[in-house]
């Protein structure tokens, strides 16, 4: 079984401070795709990556998949209280694996 | 495009109830996925359909689950009977193709009482 360990679980932080999210797996995936949740709303793609190594940077999202394809992680530079929501990572191989979600609060 | 639709937004039902929920696909996507979301679970897949037929469906947690999609534009989700346990908010989404990018619905928040 494909286990996708997502971290941290919860994020309180600051406007204007910068954050890591992380995804990690001892698998391999052909794709990693991140999406973000808002209340009451299902997911929203934000990127895909799929070659080991790749960096896609999205205004103050950035986002890196590892060399061996096995892990992924996130940063935002200067968070904003409209980045607040619910991060998940979703890794695609042979099936589709599911990160458990970083919920991210950004504080005024 | 008006995106996945899903109905009802929410539902309350008492436990032994049959529950139907609905989904249309974004028209000229040919996978439809059937998702569970909980705090203490996260996201699961359920099953996921490509042309109308299931594909997966190990996911569904028990017989008492149970999809279709009888057309292109159309599937439900069924429980019967319901369980207090089954309360969370079911998404559909669907694709082009099978590793493409998944378009969500606003996802049914069902409460089992």
């Known amino acids: 079984t494909q286990l996708l360990e997502q971290s941290p679980q919860f994020l309180s932080i600051q406007e204007g401070e910068n954050l890591t999210v992380y995804c990690n797996s001892s698998?391999?995936?052909?794709?990693l795709q991140w999406y973000r949740q808002e209340p009451g709303e299902g997911p929203v793609l934000l990127v895909t990556?799929?070659?080991?190594?790749e960096v896609k940077k999205l205004k103050r999202l950035t986002f890196q998949f590892g060399d061996a394809r096995k892990d992924s992680s996130l940063h935002i530079t200067a968070a904003q209280p409209g980045d607040t929501g619910l991060y998940l990572c979703i890794g695609s191989a042979r099936q589709l694996t599911f990160g458990s979600g970083t919920q991210l609060t950004v504080l005024p | 495009d008006a995106g996945v639709i899903q109905s009802p937004r929410h539902e309350v039902t008492e436990m032994g109830q049959e529950v139907t929920l609905r989904c249309k696909p974004i028209s000229g996507h040919d996978y439809l996925f059937w998702y569970r979301q909980t705090m203490m679970r996260g996201l699961e897949l359920l099953i996921y359909?490509?042309?109308?037929?299931?594909?997966?469906d190990s996911g569904m947690p028990e017989d008492r689950f149970s999809a279709k999609m009888p057309n292109a534009s159309f599937s439900t989700l069924k429980i019967q009977p319901s369980e207090p346990r089954d309360s969370a908010v079911y998404f559909c989404a669907s694709t082009s193709f099978e590793r493409g990018t998944q378009y969500f619905g606003p996802g049914t928040r069902l409460t089992v009482l």
């Open positions: 359909f490509n042309n109308n037929v299931p594909i997966d």
């Open positions: 990556v799929v070659t080991g190594g």
């Open positions: 698998s391999v995936f052909s794709s």
